[in-house]
């Protein structure tokens, strides 16, 4: 009896296992092809025109003629997208008018500039707004609380674009502390091998330090910018959901059996705003990963943000398309990657 | 463990904080700009019509006639040695010069120059039309591109042009002689290397492409073998930097050597820094307000007139456009070979109403489209003002170019207030646009020319036109533009506004930059530190 329980539960559980793979495939599959389908269909619908993004506003009309055939635009929008899709099934994502280079090739060098400056600002953003929110929340009303607040509502509500020609001109034209716009001085360029299109890795793994540091002297003032808005984001989540969990009966009782404060604040309340603290986090990189566009411009950031945006005021279908489908991996990629953080520190989501 | 954390974010905080005050100038022999290089979408010569690429382009290769650095008035031969006119005007040889090499180290042969040519023609892109205009097309130009021998080669001219007109025009950017050895083995599917060379050269110019990174940077390397004696800069960056005040930074800081796209405010600003000196090119580019003339209010001769006499041209180039934009008010740029100054027309506002009576038109209502980047707002927006004073109620709709040249070449506009540049350095590269409109018919397409996107033609300015492109006698061809120009003032549907002067910030110890008037006629080659 014990035995067939046993059995029952094990094919159960097999035949749960694909079908789980099955239906996350399957769901994988219709976001992409949602998501390219409402692209495909905004770019289209756009008063631009992607032919003289390419032969400019002076072509004869001959060659816009011949250009509008080689791009396929004649034939109608279904077809042109089944098109697209096919392409798209064997890899190939097309060239980008804009760059010239297969948008794969774009793709694998923006990105990547683009999860460097999101990683390290997200990174910032958690180790400083966490913590703090949790301080402002358990000093709520005095003085930590409000500096936090205070803080937060400066991160939160000063443009970024402002507040990134003001560091600039602080921390590098006056103080000379960090490096200016770019990614690395244009003197190191090409000096590392690209292996992850990280520079920070990449020059750590062919041991060049000198650029490692020259990356890095121009990494902190972006990342430190966006890390701003996401510790300001993340610092008043974090004291909402401290604020909510410290006034429940449970950490009364905690406190009245004796339990020291520091174990009540993160053994049992910070405990439980956890699952809501990966969301919330998850958001925030997700976002960081679509590019900031306005942070890319003022420091001159060769990242995903700006290659999008120009892409789509040139109608570069191509390159929009691909650069959507990225965008749109992340989002998939991060939350499934909160989905399992969630059974980590939450049993009852196991 | 945290005092392992705590050092080690300790250490990345001093090596960060190191690192950028470390940072030193370029070095003496690397030329660093800052520009928003975002417009550069290939570099093949062939089908390169954009700022950026056209300038790398001029440095890059050599063309087959040029204007050099060192007197960009005066038209000679680049790779041409020299070239003789045969007797019946149609026919040009040209002889190559000896010993030239391209960069490859490959000899510049007449084949180069005979595939260069042809190449252009065949590809039929955007700049073909300078070729095209000489009657060649893909099925003639191979007989009418040939080679004579093993240091001469033959055009000829089917289209009847003033050779002037044809040296002129072989001087435009497609005239860039490239390496037919090394394009054609990266040929792929018959693209006559057109997919290999957006990205790389194949030049025999000052320098050669390094490395083009879309949205990054761009690198030259110097041609030590250079015909005219090696560049003193070994390398050449154009930094792509397209915030105007993150290019002040870098400049003030000494992280480059020249900015490129300052605001006339931030120049202002820096006028008298210690370290930093301004310098002015007047360009070819003219703004001018265009009207449809196909439009029932605008099509009166009288309401286009009325309009010249509506615009505050001295004001605005007195204020915003201070530096930037003088008054010009002829097709054709000042400062070249049949320029026309005169500026006939100021604000009167008196004038523009009467003119508006005599018409019989009380006010109206008219829409003013324009680009979105500076300064064709504030351009429009002096306009809208003093329309206001003749009682025209203007209302302004400002597009991306790419919105609004669809709209101008579908001739939907009602006024619009654009930029033109030549093409080439011959006044009938612009007299082709602003004067000659063969086929008024909307069905006609001539999308290109700016007489037919606004719905206008001239019989009688038509017959001039090509009887000055045609012309052989310089001086009688000089006086057909100049009495072109001075008749657009008046029978044209535009109010020729302003020229362009570029202006560029450096640093004090860079020196012999040159920027020519034509888009393309950017020269690195005698920078020096």
């Known amino acids: 009896m014990i035995g067939s329980q046993l059995q029952e539960g094990r094919s159960s559980l097999l035949g749960h296992v694909p079908r789980r793979i099955a239906g996350t495939a399957l769901s994988l599959v219709l976001t992409f092809v949602g998501l390219t389908a409402v692209t495909f269909v905004i770019a289209r619908v756009m008063p631009a025109d992607p032919v003289l993004a390419i032969v400019g506003d002076r072509a004869h009309q001959d060659v816009y003629d011949a250009v509008y055939r080689e791009l396929g635009l004649d034939q109608p929008l279904p077809v042109q997208y089944l098109r697209y899709l096919g392409q798209l099934f064997v890899g190939d994502l097309g060239v980008s008018i804009m760059t010239a280079q297969p948008v794969i090739d774009d793709l694998l060098r923006f990105f990547p500039a ?13 180790f400083a707004g966490v913590p703090l929110g949790v301080l402002a929340a358990v000093r709520q009303g005095r003085w930590a609380d409000h500096l936090v607040r205070i803080v937060g509502l400066f991160g939160y509500s000063v443009p970024v674009f402002w507040l990134g020609m003001l560091a600039l001109f602080v921390f590098y034209a006056k103080l000379g502390w960090v490096a200016g716009p770019g990614r690395i001085d244009i003197f190191y360029e090409g000096m590392v091998e690209p292996v992850t299109g990280l520079i920070l890795v990449d020059s750590a793994l062919a041991r060049e330090w000198d650029i490692f540091r020259n990356a890095i002297g121009h990494l902190v003032l972006p990342a430190a910018i966006l ?10 989540m974090t004291r909402h959901f401290m604020l909510e969990q410290l006034g429940q009966e449970y950490i009364l009782t905690a406190r009245v059996k004796g339990v020291p404060e520091g174990a009540v604040i993160w053994r049992h309340a910070f405990r439980n705003v956890l699952v809501q603290l990966i969301t919330i986090v998850g958001l925030t990189y997700a976002s960081l990963l679509e590019g900031s566009v306005l942070t890319e411009t003022v420091f001159a950031w060769p990242g995903i943000g700006q290659y999008i945006t120009r892409s789509l005021f040139n109608n570069d279908m191509n390159a929009v398309l691909g650069g959507t489908i990225v965008v749109g991996i992340c989002f998939v990629a991060i939350n499934m990657g909160s989905d399992l953080l969630y059974r980590l520190v939450d049993p009852r989501a196991r | 463990m945290r005092r392992i954390v705590r050092s080690v974010l300790l250490l990345c905080g001093v090596w960060a904080l190191q690192d950028g005050s470390a940072l030193a100038d370029p070095p003496d022999n690397i030329f660093v700009m800052a520009k928003d290089i975002g417009d550069v979408i290939t570099l093949d010569p062939a089908e390169v019509f954009e700022f950026t690429a056209g300038e790398i382009v001029a440095n890059v290769y050599d063309r087959l006639m040029m204007f050099e650095p060192e007197d960009p008035r005066e038209l000679t031969g680049g790779v041409a040695e020299s070239y003789a006119i045969e007797a019946d005007g149609e026919t040009i040889v040209f002889r190559i010069r000896d010993g030239l090499r391209f960069h490859s180290g490959n000899p510049v042969r007449p084949e180069d120059v005979e595939f260069s040519l042809e190449r252009v023609v065949k590809l039929n892109k955007t700049p073909a039309f300078i070729f095209t205009q000489f009657g060649w097309n893909a099925e003639n130009v191979g007989d009418l591109v040939e080679v004579v021998d093993g240091s001469h080669v033959r055009i000829t001219v089917t289209a009847g042009l003033s050779p002037g007109l044809i040296l002129n025009a072989l001087s435009a950017g497609v005239a860039s002689v490239i390496d037919k050895e090394r394009v054609l083995a990266h040929e792929t599917d018959g693209d006559l290397g057109q997919g290999w060379l957006r990205s790389h050269s194949a030049g025999s110019g000052a320098f050669w492409l390094g490395r083009w990174k879309a949205n990054e940077f761009i690198a030259l390397e110097a041609n030590a073998e250079y015909r005219r004696g090696a560049p003193a800069m070994r390398r050449v960056f154009l930094r792509h930097v397209p915030e105007p005040s993150a290019q002040r930074l870098l400049l003030e800081r000494g992280d480059v050597d020249m900015a490129r796209n300052l605001t006339p405010d931030q120049i202002r600003a820096l006028a008298g820094h210690a370290e930093l000196a301004v310098d002015s090119y007047p360009k070819g580019a003219i703004v001018y307000l265009a009207a449809n003339a196909s439009h029932p209010v605008l099509g009166h001769p009288a309401v286009i007139q009325a309009l010249r006499h509506a615009i505050d041209y001295q004001g605005m180039a007195d204020s915003f456009l201070a530096g930037q934009f003088s008054v010009h008010q002829a097709f054709w740029p000042a400062g070249l070979w049949a320029s026309y100054t005169a500026t006939p027309y ?5 004038k523009a109403r009467s003119l508006l009576g005599q018409a019989g038109l009380g006010p109206f209502e008219i829409r003013i489209d324009t680009l979105t980047s500076s300064p064709f707002p504030q351009i ?10 003749a009682g025209i109620d203007a209302r302004i709709v400002m597009q991306d170019g790419k919105t609004l040249w ?20 011959d006044p009938h590269s612009n007299a082709d646009a602003f004067a000659h409109n063969p086929d008024n018919r909307p069905e006609a397409m001539l999308a290109g020319v700016l ?5 206008w033609a001239s019989e009688a300015i038509n017959e001039r036109t090509i009887e000055a492109r045609d012309t052989r006698d310089l001086d009688a061809r000089e006086a057909m533009y100049l009495e072109l120009q001075k008749r657009l003032q008046t029978e044209g549907p535009y109010a020729i506004m302003f020229q362009q002067s570029e202006q560029v910030v450096r640093r004090r110890r860079v020196e012999g930059f040159m920027s020519g008037v034509n888009f393309d006629h950017v020269y690195y080659r005698n920078v020096t530190k």
């Open chain 2, 346 to 350: 100021a604000l009167d506002i008196e």
């Open chain 1, 227 to 236: 890390g701003i808005h996401s510790f300001a984001y993340l610092a008043r």
């Open chain 2, 380 to 389: 429009a927006q002096s306009i809208q003002a003093t329309f206001a004073q």
């Open chain 2, 406 to 425: 669809p709209r101008y070449r579908a001739r939907k506009h009602e006024l619009i207030v654009a930029r033109w540049s030549p093409d080439y350095m």
């Open chain 2, 451 to 455: 007489a037919w996107r606004n719905a």
């Open chain 1, 114 to 126: 683009t999860l460097e400056l999101a990683t390290v600002a997200t990174l910032l953003g958690v």
